[in-house]
């Protein structure tokens, strides 16, 4: 089993420490396109322009400030680097030390930055959207889309994945619908369904906490996922086809 998840928008920058040391962050073959990103990422944000070009609002002025020196500043695990709601849920650092052993090993983080990574991938705080068009890169999610579909494949292969990330997110890599089923969260009031947003980045972090900490083998088919889901929330499988991914609802009372 696999967990895909985004990002997180707020990023926690390191207190001090060495900057990133790409050789030993995961999928080096990544590396050439993480360095086109970055450099580019810089670039734009050394404008004056940087903030209506990146879509941030000037509270962020100094987040995308530190844009234009990531090569220099101080890296930390990317479980303490992403914050806010989802990883809040996640809650990496109240596992035990099997646990984050095995969130480690089986949490891929879609960035829009550095491709794919690891939550024990050192990496700075940086402000980046998925939906961002960069000078010689262009949108970001179409950038990465061929990549990681090429680099990923063998880390992939045989995997039950389950894909918590947002649809912007899910945009920049379509992993082999046969073993993926991807997460969504509803609200129903008196049998009306409704998408939620906020309760969705939690719930999806919940998820990912309850696969990484239930007892038992993990999932390895869809109705395996179904089952450990169904231990927790209110919870129905719709079967995917050959283009279509599966997907959990998960169904929250409204």
Known sequence: MLILLPP????????GGPAVDWPLLSFPDLNTCRAKVLDALGTVSGHEDALALLGVGASLKDDVERNTRLHAEPAAPAHRIYSGV??????YSTLTAAQRRKA???????????GAIRLGDRVPAYRLSIGTALPDVGRLAAFWKPYLTS????????????????????AAWSPPPAQTVAVNVVTEVNGVRKVVSH??????????????TRRGKAPATPSDLLRAAGEVWAAELVEGSV?????????LPG
């Open 8 to 15: 997180s928008e707020g990023k926690t920058p390191a207190a």
């Open 86 to 91: 989802l990883y809040d849920a996640l809650g």
């Open 104 to 114: 480690d090993e089986s949490v891929l983080v879609v960035s829009a930055l550095w």
């Open 151 to 170: 680099v990923l494949a063998p880390a992939v292969d045989g995997h039950l994945l389950v894909d918590c990330r947002s649809s912007t997110y899910a």
């Open 199 to 212: 309760f969705a980045k939690h719930t999806r972090g919940e998820l990912a906490r309850h696969l990484l």
């Open 243 to 251: 283009r279509k991914p599966h997907a959990l609802n998960i169904i």
